[in-house]
Nanobody
Framework: QVQLVESGGGLVQAGGSLNLTCAAS????????MGWFRQAPGAGKERQPV??????????YHADSVVGRFTISRDNRKNTVYLQMNSLKPEDTAVYHC?????????????????????WGRGIQVTVSS
């Protein structure tokens, strides 16, 4: 049974930092790319891609809106993926979800599209005050 559990969210002032953690279980983590998505207030069910990372961790991708501020990484020994968020802005306020695809990744790449992912964590709130 696949489980993805996010932690590390909270309330922070603009310019501050948070480090989100996603603990994965129930699948061979090191064989899958992983992603982070977010749902902003008022956006309904739409989940915007934030970052994704290849199975090895050697190929990260970041959305244009977070480049230079957020960094995705993973530790395959701990079955964990991270999202380090620096220089946070009020517009980063959202529920953040980590996600995993349903099939092993053939190759060292990742996808940023939400429809490439099958499994989702419950999400964690990040609120940035101005």
């Amino acid at each position: 049974q696949v489980q993805l559990v996010e932690s590390g969210g909270g309330l922070v002032q603009a310019g501050g930092s948070l480090n989100l953690t996603c603990a994965a279980s129930g699948f061979s983590f090191s064989n899958y790319f992983m992603g982070w998505f977010r749902q902003a207030p008022g956006a309904g069910k739409e989940r915007q891609p934030v970052a994704a990372i290849s199975p090895s961790g050697g190929v990260p991708y970041h959305a244009d809106s977070v480049v230079g501020r957020f960094t995705i990484s993973r530790d395959n020994r701990k079955n964990t993926v991270y999202l380090q968020m620096n220089s946070l802005k009020p517009e980063d306020t959202a529920v953040y979800h980590c996600a995993a695809p349903s099939q092993r990744t053939r190759g060292d790449y990742a996808l940023m599209k939400s429809n490439a992912y099958e499994y989702w964590g419950r999400g964690i709130q990040v609120t940035v005050s101005s």
